[in-house]
């Protein structure tokens, strides 16, 4: 059974910096991509980041480029969001994500989500 645990979020002020861990167990991460997303109060999910199965490809959201970046460790089959430079419009439940198979075949797992608040 694949599995995503996400941690690291808190309570910072506006300019700071966290670091999210989206540990992975039930697979290893050199095979599967790995997507960051986010949901504020009272909106949609939106996607932050992704990071290709390699670790060769990243892309960010328009909103968080030149301050979040995503990497992976295989080793520790963890994947990390360093976060800088935080905003108060980053405050949202932070969930990683994964999935196997496509098309109708295609399966989602979904970690529990770790809250972000920025605020002063």
């Known amino acids: 059974q694949l599995q995503v645990v996400e941690s690291g979020g808190g309570l910072v002020q506006p300019g700071g910096s966290l670091r999210l861990s989206c540990a992975a167990s039930?697979?290893?991460?050199?095979?599967?991509?790995i997507g960051w997303f986010r949901q504020a109060p009272g909106k949609e999910r939106e996607g932050v980041s992704c990071i290709s199965s390699s670790g060769g490809s990243t892309n960010y959201a328009d909103s968080v480029k030149g301050r979040f970046t995503v990497s992976k460790d295989n080793a520790k089959n963890t994947v990390y969001l360093q976060m800088n430079s935080l905003k108060p419009e980053d405050t949202a439940v932070y969930y990683c994500?994964?999935?196997?198979?496509?098309?109708?075949?295609?399966?989602?797992?979904w970690g529990q989500g770790t809250q972000v608040t920025v605020s002063s």
């Open positions: 994500q994964t999935a196997e198979g496509w098309g109708p075949y295609r399966k989602d797992y």
């Open positions: 039930g697979f290893t991460l050199d095979y599967y991509a």
